[in-house]
Every structure is written in C-alpha cells, then in structure tokens.
C-alpha cells in the first residue's frame, strides 16, 4: 500500500480518537492507518464471517477491506462514523464475492440469550449439546439467506448496529433497512419452526424475495 511521496505524513499518536487516525493517516502517516487496522480487523473479519461461507475467502475479503480503505481515504466525508465506512467497505466486499460466485440462498436476539446460557458449564451435557445443534443450525441459515438480507441482518442481531447504523453502513434508507431486517428474521424464524419441528433435521433455507 502506497500512497502519493509527496504527502507529508500529519501527526500520530495512537490515542487518537478514529477520526484523527484517519486525517492521519489520510496525510501518508502508515502508522496511523496501521493503529486504525488493529482496531478493527477483528471486528472486520468477524462480519465477513458471518457473510462468507469460506475461511480463505474471509482471510481475503479482510486484507482487501483494508487496501479499498487505504486506496480511498481520500473519498471518505467525514459525514459518518470511521467503523461505519470500514463496514460499508467490508461489506461491499463480501457482497461482490457472493455475487461473483452467485450465491444467494425467532427473533436473532432470543437465539443469541440461548446460545449464551448454552454455555454455562453446568449445564447439562444433553443441553449443551442441543445448544450447539441450535447454534449451528442458525448459523448455516443466515449463511444461506440471499446476500441482500444476509447482511443488513449480522451487522444489526449480530454486531449489534442500530437500524440506523445498518442502513448507514449499507447506504440504505432506515424503511428499507428495518424491512430487510424484518424478513431476513421472518425468513430464519420460518426455517427454525420447520427444524424444530422436524426434531432437528435440518431444511434447505428457500430464497423469498
């Protein structure tokens, strides 16, 4: 990653707060792109989880997030917060993969109080066994709901934007992304009444529009 030699790299201080680490590092200061890097590339890595179904293509989609970044720090406004740029970046990412590769395919908060008490270690085996079924099965269902929902639908019920933030971070407007949220919830709802009630068994996830 380079930028123009004639920049003279700005200050860095890695207490900066993220909006100076990116005048920083938009002035040529590595460093300080380095420190905006380390702040996020967990949480990065951890939506792209999420929306990509292979490891390698996760590892990838990381790395170029972060060249897109660096390559147009210039084109950030300012008029949204540095994770929401970083996400939309991310997110792009990952939508153009599926596309190429053409993928499509309860309430998510519930779940995740479920899957959180399936981890007491007190619990019994026979329990946290079933917790990791159900887990499991949520999982491949929102890696199989078609990219358009798939996204709006982690970065709300499992980082935890607020419907505004997702419709920022997806440039959407709110309507469109609490009606995204709503029927990729409806959609996943639907297929968890039919695993249930299947005693487990796992049913291919149909794309609805």
Known sequence: ??????????????????????ASARDGNVDAFAELVRRYEHRV??????????????????????????????????????????????????????????????DLDELAETA?????????PEQAAEARELRAFVAGSIRKLPPDYRAPLVLRDVVGL??????????????????????ARMQIRVELERWEAEGGQEAPLTNRP
Request: charged share 30%; no cysteine.
């Open 1 to 22: 990653m380079t930028r123009s030699a004639a920049a003279i790299p700005g200050p860095y201080d890695p207490q900066m707060d993220d909006a100076a680490l990116l």
């Open 45 to 106: 890595r951890a939506v792209l989880f999420r929306l990509l179904d292979d490891d390698r293509d996760v590892e990838e989609a990381t790395q170029d997030a972060f060249v897109q970044a660096w390559r147009n720090l210039d084109r950030f406004r300012g008029d949204a917060a540095v994770f929401t740029w970083l996400y939309r970046i991310a997110v792009n990412e990952a939508l153009a993969r599926l596309r190429r590769k053409k993928l499509a395919t309860t």
């Open 116 to 124: 959180h008490a399936a981890a007491d270690p007190a619990e019994a």
């Open 162 to 183: 607020s419907n505004q933030e997702v419709a920022d971070v997806l440039e959407l407007s709110l309507a469109a992304a609490k009606s995204r949220i709503h029927r």
